[in-house]
């Protein structure tokens, strides 16, 4: 009489062979789970700097030649530049003028805007850039392009910033601005 079924050797091959997939499958799986932790973190960074650099576009491109005072009523120029810790500091044009300033402390690019043109504080700085070992500033004046800014009268700015921003010891990044309408 002849019985149906599997024997014990076929049962095993089968139990190793279904082993050996469901190994291979959970390698697999984590590995597409690492690569996409590692690829959030890589896209995050660029995002940030995408977002940085959208917002320095956005004011240096409004950046008006407006003279005005600190808290006390000193006055202070337009543009300033690489004086300590702070690298720019210039007038946002809108409907509603704002102060802003671009800090490097601490390794981290800071921007802080105030609500006001004249004698308003800062508000809550906004961080631009972590990491940050060096930032150097070049800048565009009528004639050529020159390392320091030293403008003629206290209502001028230049016609375009280059920054270049080493951080976290990779390799440094160029970008250059236009300021106000460049001209």
Do not use: C
Request: charged fraction near 25%; avoid cysteine.
């Amino acid at each position: 009489m002849k019985q149906n079924g599997f024997t014990l050797v076929e049962v095993v091959v089968a139990l190793f062979i279904f082993a050996m997939l469901a190994a291979a499958g959970v390698a697999l799986l984590s590995f597409a789970v690492r690569a996409q932790a590692s690829s959030s973190v890589a896209l995050a960074k660029v995002a940030d700097d995408r977002r940085a650099t959208a917002l320095l576009i956005g004011d240096l491109g409004q950046a008006v030649p407006r003279v005005t005072r600190n808290a006390d009523g000193d006055g202070r120029p337009a543009f300033q530049a690489e004086q300590g810790d702070l690298l720019l500091s210039y007038v946002r044009g809108g409907a509603t003028p704002q102060y802003v300033e671009i800090r490097l402390e601490g390794g981290r690019l800071i921007r802080a805007a105030a609500p006001f043109a004249d004698g308003a504080v800062a508000r809550t700085p906004l961080v631009l850039a972590e990491n940050v070992e060096r930032a150097e500033l070049r800048f565009r004046t009528k004639d050529a392009w020159s390392d320091k800014w030293t403008p003629t009268r206290t209502d001028e700015l230049p016609r375009a910033i280059e920054l270049t921003v080493t951080a976290g010891g990779k390799a440094s990044l160029k970008r250059l601005f236009l300021v106000g309408t460049g001209l």
